[in-house]
């Protein structure tokens, strides 16, 4: 009976390759978790969050003005670029600044500027990207300005979050506005970034404390935050005492 029903199987795995190809039906011992982390440049943020961004998935990042967001993400970008993969910044709200980028240590060369005329054109770019299968990073900023841009953000992200696992092409969502379901639910991580207050010499603001909380983490817990000091003279940062 047990002979039977391996045959049977066997002869049902069959079909479903011929029909389907070798990837409809594989064991779950191919699936291995291959999830990697680009750093974010600040050790104990690093270690609140396993080891930094994950590869081939969605991040978000979002804050109010001041509140290190930007930053944070720029110095992420320059620490992927320290790792070989290029960088692809889309800037919905033309906010950009390559000084301040380079200043954050980043390679304006190994970086690559989109500005699209809506979501659905940033997400079309974001997904031809993943679909090459080269290792990067992809930063969407200012992603909630362009109005009722939600349904189709929703839309996008679930066509992208595939593409990305498979090949390895990481996403970091800025949004410094309104909260967003879509992202809440396709992204894998999700930080706040704070303000805490103004780092000082003598009369001259130098930086500031930045706390960044942890909102959602798939492979992790929540609820917890880490202090990290931002200085505008060197923009990599210090950690915080």
Same mark, same amino acid.
């Given at each position: 009976?047990?002979e039977?029903?391996?045959?049977?199987?066997k002869?049902?795995?069959?079909?479903?390759?011929?029909?389907?190809?070798?990837?409809?039906?594989?064991?779950?011992?191919?699936?291995?978790?291959?999830t990697?982390?680009?750093?974010?440049?600040?050790?104990?943020?690093?270690?609140?969050?396993?080891?930094?961004?994950?590869?081939?998935? *969605?991040?978000? +990042?979002n804050? %109010?003005?001041?509140?290190?967001?930007?930053? /944070?993400?720029?110095?992420?970008? =320059?620490?992927a &670029?320290g790792?070989?993969?290029i960088g692809?910044?889309?800037?919905?709200?033309?906010?950009?600044?390559?000084?301040?980028?380079?200043?954050?240590?980043?390679q304006?060369?190994?970086?690559?500027i989109?500005?699209?005329?809506?979501?659905?054109?940033?997400?079309?770019?974001?997904q031809?990207?993943?679909?090459?299968?080269?290792?990067?990073?992809?930063?969407?900023?200012? *992603?909630?300005v +362009?109005?009722? %841009?939600?349904?189709?953000?929703?839309?996008? /992200?679930?066509?992208?979050?595939? =593409?990305l696992? &498979?090949?390895?092409?990481?996403?970091?969502?800025?949004?410094?506005?309104?909260?967003?379901?879509a992202?809440?639910?396709?992204?894998?991580?999700?930080?706040?970034?704070?303000?805490?207050?103004?780092?000082?010499?003598?009369?001259d603001?130098?930086?500031?404390?930045?706390?960044?909380?942890?909102?959602?983490?798939?492979?992790?817990?929540?609820?917890?935050?880490?202090? *990290?000091?931002?200085?505008?003279?060197?923009?990599?940062?210090?950690?915080?005492?």
């Amino acid at each position: 009976m047990v002979e039977d029903q391996s045959t049977q199987l066997k002869k049902a795995l069959a079909e479903i390759h011929q029909r389907w190809g070798n990837e409809a039906l594989r064991p779950a011992s191919s699936l291995k978790p291959q999830t990697t982390y680009i750093p974010t440049g600040y050790p104990t943020l690093d270690s609140l969050i396993n080891g930094g961004i994950p590869c081939g998935r *969605i991040t978000e +990042i979002n804050g %109010s003005p001041t509140s290190g967001m930007t930053t /944070l993400t720029m110095n992420i970008i =320059a620490q992927a &670029q320290g790792l070989g993969r290029i960088g692809i910044y889309v800037d919905f709200a033309g906010v950009f600044d390559a000084d301040y980028a380079v200043h954050c240590g980043l390679q304006l060369e190994g970086l690559l500027i989109a500005r699209p005329l809506d979501t659905a054109s940033a997400m079309d770019v974001l997904q031809i990207v993943a679909d090459t299968g080269g290792a990067g990073i992809s930063v969407l900023d200012h *992603i909630m300005v +362009i109005p009722h %841009s939600e349904r189709i953000l929703g839309g996008g /992200l679930r066509r992208l979050s595939p =593409a990305l696992r &498979q090949s390895g092409f990481t996403a970091l969502l800025l949004n410094p506005g309104q909260p967003s379901p879509a992202l809440a639910q396709h992204a894998a991580l999700r930080l706040t970034c704070e303000n805490q207050g103004w780092i000082e010499q003598g009369r001259d603001i130098v930086g500031y404390h930045v706390r960044v909380s942890v909102l959602k983490m798939l492979w992790g817990k929540v609820d917890r935050w880490v202090d *990290i000091d931002v200085m505008l003279d060197n923009a990599a940062g210090e950690e915080a005492a």
